[in-house]
């Protein structure tokens, strides 16, 4: 009878996980296909603005690295950024202004920076379609992500464990999106590279020491700027 009632329970289970696996999925092909506009003679991923929570702004690396620290300190990511002749230290990045502003608040003396990522557009074809859903899974599907796990660990809503296999789990299917435009040309070396890069900041925070909820927003602040970048290597070629 405790067999039977065993062999129930690890049913029932694996039936929850298929469940919450499938939504998961769903979840993720809906915000890539959102982003993806497949209307005219091009396929368009749409462009975004990314909210960066700043610390500080340095003059010199040493300044910066030290704000880094201090941002750690305090529960921020730390990642830093350069534009121009100033690096900010960030805290966090986000998707809405409206959820910055909480995190702007509840660290001390920091800013809202707006990052635009801008539109990728290709001509028609399913190379380029192939392109566009990959740049929209890697910059804006696993920073959703990334920043809901750490939402979610902060609140403790989710384990730091779940949070992790959650992570190891988006750079597998990055790493599968690497292959899937491995043979491709034109401008898929910049969203290669994007994905590359996805895949190894998504390492860091596997291997990484620190604050779980740290190196998730690390990781969003960190894809958030390779995006931006990715587009404008994508442009040049």
Same mark, same amino acid.
């Given at each position: 009878?405790?067999?039977?009632?065993?062999?129930?329970?690890?049913?029932?289970?694996?039936?929850?996980?298929?469940?919450?696996?499938?939504?998961?999925?769903?979840?993720?092909?809906?915000?890539? &296909?959102?982003?993806?506009?497949?209307?005219?003679?091009?396929?368009? %991923?749409? /462009?975004?603005?990314? @909210?960066? #929570? $700043?610390?500080?702004?340095?003059?010199?690396?040493?300044?910066?690295?030290?704000?880094?620290?201090?941002?750690?300190?305090?529960?921020?990511?730390?990642?830093?950024?350069?534009?121009?002749?100033?690096?900010?230290?960030?805290?966090?990045?986000?998707?809405?202004?409206?959820?910055?502003?909480?995190?702007?608040?509840?660290?001390?003396?920091?800013?809202?920076?707006?990052?635009?990522?801008?539109?990728?557009? &290709?001509?028609?074809?399913?190379?380029?379609?192939?392109?566009?859903? %990959?740049? /929209?899974?890697?910059? @804006?599907? #696993? $920073?959703?992500?990334?920043?809901?796990?750490?939402?979610?660990?902060?609140?403790?809503?989710?384990?730091?464990?779940?949070?992790?296999?959650?992570?190891?789990?988006m750079k597998d299917d990055v790493q599968k999106s690497v292959g899937a435009i491995?043979?491709?040309?034109?401008?898929?070396?910049?969203?290669?590279?994007?994905?590359?890069?996805?895949?190894?900041?998504?390492?860091?925070?596997?291997?990484?020491?620190?604050?779980?909820?740290?190196?998730?927003?690390?990781?969003?602040?960190?894809?958030?700027?390779?995006?931006?970048?990715?587009?404008?290597?994508?442009?040049?070629?």
């Open positions: 009878m405790r067999n039977r009632r065993r062999i129930v329970r690890t049913f029932e289970f694996d039936r929850i996980f298929l469940f919450a696996t499938a939504i998961c999925f769903a979840v993720a092909l809906a915000v890539v &296909l959102l982003s993806v506009d497949f209307g005219s003679d091009y396929i368009t %991923v749409k /462009s975004r603005k990314v @909210y960066f #929570v $700043t610390y500080a702004t340095a003059a010199d690396a040493d300044e910066a690295n030290s704000k880094a620290e201090e941002c750690k300190s305090r529960g921020g990511a730390g990642y830093l950024y350069a534009v121009g002749d100033a690096i900010y230290a960030v805290a966090a990045a986000y998707e809405t202004r409206a959820s910055a502003e909480e995190i702007a608040n509840a660290i001390d003396g920091a800013l809202i920076e707006t990052v635009e990522i801008k539109e990728l557009r &290709l001509p028609k074809s399913e190379a380029a379609e192939k392109l566009c859903e %990959v740049f /929209s899974f890697c910059a @804006y599907t #696993v $920073t959703t992500q990334l920043n809901d796990c750490a939402a979610a660990v902060d609140k403790r809503d989710m384990s730091a464990e779940a949070a992790i296999e959650k992570c190891r789990l491995a043979a491709l040309d034109t401008v898929s070396t910049a969203v290669k590279t994007l994905a590359e890069n996805a895949a190894a900041e998504l390492e860091k925070v596997l291997t990484t020491s620190g604050s779980v909820c740290s190196r998730f927003r690390y990781a969003a602040c960190s894809i958030g700027v390779l995006a931006r970048n990715a587009i404008a290597e994508a442009e040049r070629a």
